[in-house]
């Protein structure tokens, strides 16, 4: 038995999940594993999983010095290299001002 198909046996023996079914790979790496009530070839549907594998996909190309956490975010995505906001909550849409720039002061 492989590391993750004992993690995956242990979640469903506990109670915690029905079933589950996992896909790691890195590299030319495969594995996959499937227990409970699924199986590795059953068709699903996902819902909101971007995020996950997004942040997955950034932390391998960090961990292969691709990419640092502290780039500035404009090297990858350079439409955000200057955000502007709009002015005031009242203001409209086209009423736009550097996203940096403070507002100006008021008097009591």
């Known amino acids: 038995m492989t590391p993750l198909q004992d993690l995956l046996e242990t ?4 109670g915690t999940l029905p079933g589950a079914a ?3 790979a890195r590299g030319e790496d495969v594995e996959i594993a499937g227990v409970g009530e699924v199986e590795p070839d059953l068709i699903v549907w996902l819902a909101s999983i971007t995020k996950p594998i ?3 996909a950034i932390m391998i190309l960090v961990d292969d ?6 780039d500035p975010i404009a090297r990858w995505l350079p439409e955000l290299a200057s955000p502007r906001v709009v002015r005031t909550p009242q203001s409209p849409i086209d009423d736009v001002v550097p996203a940096c720039a403070r507002s ?3 008097t009591s």
Request: hydrophobic share 55%; proline share 5%.
């Open 11 to 14: 979640a469903v023996e506990s």
């Open 22 to 24: 996992a896909l790691v």
């Open 54 to 56: 997004t942040a997955a």
């Open 65 to 70: 010095g691709l990419v640092s956490l502290d």
């Open 104 to 106: 100006p002061s008021r």
